[in-house]
């Protein structure tokens, strides 16, 4: 079971991108799916989270009204819309499921709470 992120690229401050996130080898349609963060040199954070029981959305301060995350349900994909980047969004984006159920931020935010991850896409955003 695998999570396969994609969409990184370069792209210059105040840019967007989308982030996709699709599962090979089964569907991820009852979990949470969250997108977390690593620059270099610093530990992986949260970015964003989808519950699967409502799908209320969570969102790391630091992306708040910039970011959205979004599920196409035929597609079975997971999006990270990305608008105004800044040059400190630059870091390896993950996708991730799990099936805690969480129903607050605070458990959204830990990493222990996803079971599948993706390999990580690259954003780099220059100024």
Known sequence: VQLQASGGGLVQ????????CAPSGRTFSSYDMGWFRQAPGKERVFVAARSWRDGSTYYADSVK???????????????????????????AYYCAAGRRYCSNIGCYVVRDNYDYWGQGTEVTVSS
């Open 13 to 20: 401050a105040g840019g967007s991108l989308r982030l996709s």
């Open 65 to 91: 009204g910039r970011f959205t995350i979004s599920r196409d349900i035929a597609k079975n994909t997971e999006y990270l819309q990305m608008n105004s980047l800044k040059p400190e969004d630059t870091a």
